[in-house]
């Protein structure tokens, strides 16, 4: 078995990432794997690979991101790596739930797209090692997650 299915290398930066999540998706499009799931892997894909681009890397030159995908049915695991800045203090980011009924004045800036991530991944891990973050998550083929990923080790 290949150690992983899909690999991608791209620059950290917006017109990148969308480019790259076209290329995700249609190779789960390929693999036959089903279209809800297929939304839910780009989803969480599009939060963590755009919080690459927006807070890894910046304003400043867009560095490399590396991609991989293992399929192993009945779940995808998926790893991120760069070479941008740290996660603050090491830690992933809790995320917050959505206020179904939020006023303009009470919602706050950023944080959903760590609660969407956790909430559709389980195994979710990050690690900073030698300049390099790392990533990694499992998606359960069902498309609903194990979540929240932050009760995970």
């Known amino acids: 078995m290949n150690t ?5 290398s791209f620059p950290g930066e917006p017109m990148a990432v969308r480019l790259a999540l076209g290329e ?47 399929h192993r049915p009945p779940e995808l ?19 917050r739930a959505v206020n179904p009924d939020p006023t303009l004045d009470d919602l706050p800036e950023g944080g959903f797209g760590w609660h969407i991530i956790r909430t559709l991944t389980r195994e979710l891990t990050y690690c900073r090692d ?15 997650g194990d979540g929240p990923a932050s009760k995970q080790p």
């Open 4 to 8: 992983a299915d899909f690999k991608l």
């Open 130 to 144: 030698g300049g390099l973050n790392r990533l990694s998550f499992l998606m359960g083929l069902d498309c609903h």
């Open 24 to 70: 995700v998706t249609s190779w789960i499009r390929s693999a036959g794997i089903d279209e809800e799931f297929c939304g839910s892997v780009e989803l969480v894909l599009a939060e963590a690979l755009n919080n690459i681009a927006e807070h890894a890397y910046g304003e400043g030159a867009p560095g490399p991101v590396d991609l991989e995908l293992q």
């Open 77 to 95: 695991k998926l790893t991120l790596m760069d070479t941008g800045r740290a996660m603050p203090g090491g830690q992933l980011p809790e995320g």
